[in-house]
């Protein structure tokens, strides 16, 4: 069974920085696309980032561009999403998404993923 554990969420002040950390197990990720999605409160899971097995291809949604940097280090296992200049509006609790099959061009959609991990707290005060 894969699991998703991400980590580094927390309390920042606006303009502030976190990275968080999405710790794979059940599966080697160095042939999967991963993505990371966000969740505010009365708020459908949005889409925020992915990026291709490889590494060689990423996508953002709109709002995070210039700020957010998805990345990946399959030797750890492990994906990364960087955020920088933290706006009150980025709080949501942050899922790491894989999905189902390898080999697969980084979605958009939670369609796209089969597994999630449990979410990370991200807030960002004024």
């Known amino acids: 069974q894969v699991q998703l554990v991400e980590s580094g969420g927390g309390l920042v002040q606006a303009g502030g920085s976190l990275r968080l950390s999405c710790a794979a197990s059940g599966r080697t990720l160095n042939k999967y696309a991963m993505g990371w999605f966000r969740q505010a409160p009365g708020l459908e899971r949005e889409f925020v980032a992915a990026i291709s097995w490889g590494g060689v291809t990423t996508y953002y949604t709109d709002s995070v561009k210039g700020r957010f940097t998805i990345s990946r280090d399959n030797a750890k296992n492990t994906v990364y999403l960087q955020m920088n200049d933290l706006k009150p509006e980025d709080t949501a609790v942050y899922y790491c998404?894989?999905?189902?099959?390898?080999?697969?061009?980084?979605?958009?959609?939670?369609?796209?993923?089969?597994?999630w991990g449990q979410g990370t707290q991200v807030t960002v005060s004024s």
């Open positions: 998404a894989a999905p189902g099959t390898y080999y697969t061009g980084p979605a958009r959609s939670t369609y796209g993923y089969d597994y």
